[in-house]
């Protein structure tokens, strides 16, 4: 029957950037594990490790003597290289035809990838974004402060950009490998401002976007910065979009 | 066209009509009223768009969801990955 051999084809590479994740990856992977083994989707996880000082590596060939290293794809990098770079290196060594984007810090939960899924089926979307600002989306351990900058900076970057999706800043993404690559290749700014730059491109290349919730479970708010500095950086982003897209 | 531009468009021909029914451009002998109402518009417009914003971000604020379950949820899996992975060998 001719759609089920489609879906039986059908192959989800998930991406994993990490620096210093030696506790997380083992987590991040077995619920990876658990929730493509429980949906039957054909899948692989590649890690790409930034020469991270703390061990990932090691950890994470355990977890390929575990689970088989055709399900884990280890493609580490000598050094800290940034993310733009660490997608195009994992879409070199990807052999999936959908490739998932997601945090390896446990702030994304796997149990959604297998909606992701359904919703491009459904849609036959070109990419399907993770969204916290809809329907039961949400987040766990943000404080005032941080749900007003948030909420500040999303509808800042709606009215100037009206980008026809709702979470801009979000990066648990489910693309079509080729759609992927066009657009890593055409992106030129970094941290926030990059996934902003990659659904405003997408639009402008005529792609389809699909939104699903998703809950994001930030450990990290103690220790990560969302200070003056970041703030400046991402305006100075929007507004260079807001000017040359 | 840029959203730089479209911006600039859209608020030039605002600008334009504003301008031709406030001073009379074009000569229209338009009644007093019409320039007594458009002549304030640019600010009202303005203000009106503010108190929009700081609503509207309010109640998105308000009504941002809190993920309690989800955290939950989370913590009792981390532990079952923990338990499994080990009974499977992984040193951590």
């Given amino acids: ?245 | 066209m840029t959203k730089l531009l479209e911006w600039l468009l859209g608020v030039s021909l605002v600008g334009v009509a504003w301008g031709l029914v406030t001073f009379d451009l074009l000569d229209l002998q338009l009644p007093a009223a019409y320039k007594e109402v458009a002549w304030p518009m640019p600010v009202y417009l303005l203000v009106v768009f503010g108190c929009y914003s700081l609503a509207t971000i309010g109640y998105r604020v308000a009504t941002f969801n809190d993920c309690e379950e989800a955290a939950k949820e989370l913590q009792a899996q981390i532990q079952e990955a923990k338990d499994d992975l080990k009974k499977k060998g992984l040193k951590m």
């Avoid at chain 1, 991406?15 to 210093?20: E, F, K, M, V």
């Avoid at chain 1, 994470?60 to 733009?84: H, M, N, S, T, W």
């Avoid at chain 1, 009206?162 to 990066?171: E, I, M, Q, V, Y």
């Fill in chain 1, 1 to 245: 029957c001719p759609s089920s051999d489609r879906e039986e084809a059908d192959k989800y590479s998930v991406l994993l950037p990490t620096y210093n994740e030696r506790e997380n990856l083992p987590l991040i992977v077995w619920l990876l594990v658990k929730y493509f083994g429980e949906s039957g989707y054909n899948y692989e996880i590649i890690v790409i490790d930034d020469g991270s000082p703390d061990g990932t590596l090691q950890i994470a060939e355990q977890l390929q003597k575990i689970y088989g290293d055709d399900k884990i794809v280890l493609r580490p990098r000598a050094k800290k290289l940034g993310l733009g770079t660490a997608y195009i290196h994992g879409i070199k060594h990807a052999t999936g035809n959908f490739i998932i984007i997601m945090d390896a810090d446990l702030s994304h939960h796997p149990k959604f990838i297998p909606e992701f899924i359904k919703k491009q089926k459904e849609g036959g979307y070109d990419l399907v974004s993770g969204t916290r600002y809809r329907g039961d989306g949400g987040v766990y351990g943000w404080d005032l402060r941080r749900k007003l900058i948030s909420r500040g900076a999303n509808f800042v970057t709606q009215v100037l950009l009206r980008p026809g999706a709702s979470d801009l800043t979000g990066s648990f993404r489910l693309y079509k490998k080729d759609v992927l690559e066009r657009l890593v290749e055409r992106c030129v700014s970094k941290g926030y401002v990059f996934q902003m730059e990659m659904i405003v491109r997408a639009r402008q290349l005529g792609y389809t976007i699909g939104e699903v919730p998703i809950s994001f479970v930030d450990r990290v708010y103690g220790e990560s910065k969302l200070g003056g500095n970041e703030i400046v950086s991402f305006l100075k982003g929007l507004l260079t979009l807001f000017a040359t897209t």
